[in-house]
């Protein structure tokens, strides 16, 4: 999990004993307000922030650390009369360790603003100043300043609108005290609502997400509740999006003229008509072909048809469930999450109430260290690690993950169990482990290739559990890819037939992206994104503090490009998987799968029949044929020719559900990039 919801990781707070001053406007300057939230992931305590209020200066420092990192930022705002923000800086550092120097002031008849993504001016109006870096103190101020006006949303700065749904009251109980608070959705910015929690005076008492959660202090315990009621949240806005997105028919839908792309052969086919009948592609017919009676009759406009896609690479949520169905991805192997929370979104998904892809579960397993993640299952000893595969291997998970916080002794024994109970094993390489330790042992997969290439530069004793396992990238320029080491690794995998998971996107958007800059992998799709997702992606993660640290990333991801060249060349099946999301993030690891050596169809064939096969569902998945599963979409043009033809999706079947990716972008905020096709009998 290199890098999963960064924004949302980025949002947490802690209070208490709050004061008066209930609304937003500006309190008396000699009175000081602290506010204090807890930061919890589960039920971990991994931060917290303090926010000081005098009059109408806010002071807040923020920290909170996750799996080996997290950010550190110090704010400080100043409110305008009216509550609004007519100062504000925020320094520190993101997640991944890159410089924040945030600042926005309103001057005269000028507002004036300076970010990640560079400098920016308009006039000054009535309108809130979107931060990009804040923490979620940010939320509770947005919140009070449109109730405050009444307004359900207000303009933002740069751009965009802030928008502000209230929902219910609950009432939460703390240590020695209750509190009750009203539940308000701030949206507009991102992909996805921000949930929030106001006590009576309208001040923050809890940020709350499935995973992470912010809460004023003393009331840490309620922190499982307040998890459950983000995802139910999330869940209603999902199944009403469900409702208004998928189509299903009783009787055969035919899909005529498409050119059917054929993984085995590589090619488009001459103009077919595709029947599907309930979640079964029943026949594939010569077009002209009549129609039998009473069927659904959907115009393919002689475009491409090709089989669902799978991303080898989720830590999948409900909202990327859906996007992935938008962008053709209708398999996706989950590699490690809250074990209770994927379970209840595969039920969703399977029962049609959330629109989501079928699910191949992996099990993680993590060992417990200072640095270690919160996922899937945590263990201390190699005895746990036996016992965490065999609750895995009873639940019916493909494989098991093992993540950096493992002991590398461990893994021989815990392979041979896995292998013994029918379960693969991927995964990192456990810190002071290496790549060829976990070959030795029987790995079937390695994760992320900088877990690899590391095994080629690192000194015993350093620790990956730390942000070294992207900083220490800067050594890879010195790998000789014909040296002796590089061999040894390379014959152990073509040995055994060892499968390399690169997540090559996530290298690029690490490796390449500087503050302000294009966004790299984002030509073509980027633009289609809400203001705030935009501006995140020009930010760049890595602290690229001298001239050194950008040629030396630059330099460690040509050598990535040429390692994963001559692997492919090796023969070594290289799986796409993306740890960002997947959707069009997926799209983009396609993209550079092409420069590793692979056609637009080769690389077409890797995301479908390929991965159907790796995952042994070949016989119901990955191409289009008679009496397989009906997960296939329709695009517009020929992406054997030109891959960039998988963003102009009009039609997306997954388990003979028929959905248009235009319908579910737009319920994101995501400016549709194609029209859908024209599905009768349908009521929208
Ligand atoms: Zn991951």
Known sequence: ???????????????????????????????????????????????????????????????????????????????????LPSAWTIQGHTTFGSKVDESFAVQGSKARWSDSTGTGESDAARKLYAAQSSSPWALGLYARALLADGESSMAAYPAGNIALQSGEEITLTGSGDSLTARVYSLGGLDLNPSHILLD????????????FVAVRAGYEAESTRLRALAAELSTRRLESLAQQTAFRFEQPVRISPVRIFDPHTLRLSEPRAVVVHRNTISSVQPVDTPASPDEIAIDGGGGTLIAGMFEMHGHLSQEQAALNIAAGVTSVRDMGNANEVLDGLIRRIEQGQVVGPRVVRSGFIEGKSPFNSNNGILVDSQQA?????????????????????MDPAWAEAVVAEAHALGLRVAG???????????????????????????GWVLEPGEDTRTLLRFTAMKRFPTIDLDGPAVRATFDRFTRRGVAMEPT??????????RDGAEPVGGAGWVEHMPIG??????QSWFEIATPEDDAGYRAAYAKIVDTLRAMHRSGILLVPGTDLGGSFAYHRELELFQTLGMSAAEVLRRATLDMAVHL???????????????????????????????????????DGVFYRPSDIHAQFGITPFVEGVALPGASR
């Open 385 to 405: 690690a036996l016992e965490a595969v065999r609750w895995y291997a009873a639940r019916g998970f493909w494989q098991v993950k093992l993540y950096n916080s």
């Open 428 to 454: 990192h390489v456990p810190a002071f482990g290496t790549a060829n330790g976990m070959l030795d042992a029987g790995f079937d997969e390695m994760t992320h290739i900088n877990q690899v290439m590391l």
């Open 1 to 83: 999990m290199i890098a999963k919801n960064f924004v949302a990781l980025c949002l947490t707070l802690m209070l208490c004993g709050s004061l008066h001053a209930s609304d937003a406007r500006a309190g008396d300057a000699s009175e000081t307000r602290s506010e204090t939230l807890s930061l919890l992931i589960g039920e971990v305590r991994v931060g917290s922030l303090q926010a000081k209020t005098r009059g109408n200066e806010v002071t807040i420092d923020y920290e909170y650390r996750n799996n080996g990192r997290g950010p550190t930022l110090k704010e400080h705002i100043t409110l305008d009369e009216s509550g």
């Open 533 to 538: 997702t935009q501006r995140d992606m020009r």
């Open 504 to 513: 090559l996107a996530i290298h690029e958007r690490g490796l390449l992206q």
């Open 200 to 211: 009576g005076d309208r001040q923050l008492a809890a940020f709350i997400t499935p995973r």
């Open 616 to 654: 042994g569902r070949d016989q119901s998945l990955g191409s289009i044929e008679a009496h397989k599963l009906a997960d296939f979409f329709l695009v517009d043009g020929d992406p054997t020719a030109d891959l960039s033809a998988l963003k102009r999706i009009r039609l997306v079947a997954a």
